[in-house]
């Protein structure tokens, strides 16, 4: 029943991908397991209960739902804590923005590169996504870093004015 109720919400374009987004950040806030939800997409995924594109989107929003075991330890811990926690939100919330403004792009390429692996094309053949969800993760990931490591000051800056210390504690 759950996989139906799925069903009905991969046909309405890119609002579906923005309703993947939510549904992969919701269950890995629950589950507060990015892994496990991760492994629960590429099962969806690889027996075709939900098409790539859905999956490459719950992927995407795995990364926001990520951040909520650090937010919610930060939240009775200093200063710090908390700001490291916010600036590991920031990173993924800009990551996911970027990659969906490219999302169509970015899916083809992680196609080119399930198909030059020998591995099939992930939108055609539903085995080929465990290989294509794994590499849309993995780009994902690393290129957010080559992007964002560049703007380090700016997340500082960006966490240090959302989180500001208590004049009685010392942040180092």
């Known amino acids: 029943e759950v996989l139906e109720f799925l069903k009905e919400w991969t046909s309405f374009g890119f609002f579906s991908v923005l309703i993947f987004v ?3 950040t919701l269950l890995t806030m629950i589950l507060q397991s990015s892994s496990a939800t991760m492994a629960l997409t590429l099962v969806m995924s690889s027996y075709g209960w939900i098409p790539f594109e859905m999956a490459a989107a719950m992927v995407l929003g795995e990364n926001i739902g990520t951040t909520i075991t650090a937010n919610i330890a930060a939240a009775v811990a200093n200063v710090s804590a908390r700001r490291a926690a916010l600036a590991h939100t920031a990173f993924n ?5 970027w990659v969906l403004i490219v999302f169509n792009p970015i899916l083809r390429l992680v196609a080119m590169l399930t198909v030059s692996i020998g591995a099939g094309d992930p939108f055609v053949d539903a085995s080929s996504t465990l290989y294509g969800i794994s590499f849309l993760h993995t780009l994902f990931n690393l290129t957010n870093t080559l992007i964002l490591v560049w703007f ?5 800056k960006f966490v240090t004015y959302m989180i500001k210390a208590p004049k009685t504690e010392e942040v180092f």
Do not use: D
């Not at 919330?93 to 923005?97: P, Q, R, W």
């Not at 380090?152 to 500082?156: E, K, S």
């Open 22 to 24: 939510f549904i992969g």
């Open 93 to 97: 919330l800009f990551g996911i923005v």
């Open 152 to 156: 380090t000051p700016q997340i500082v």
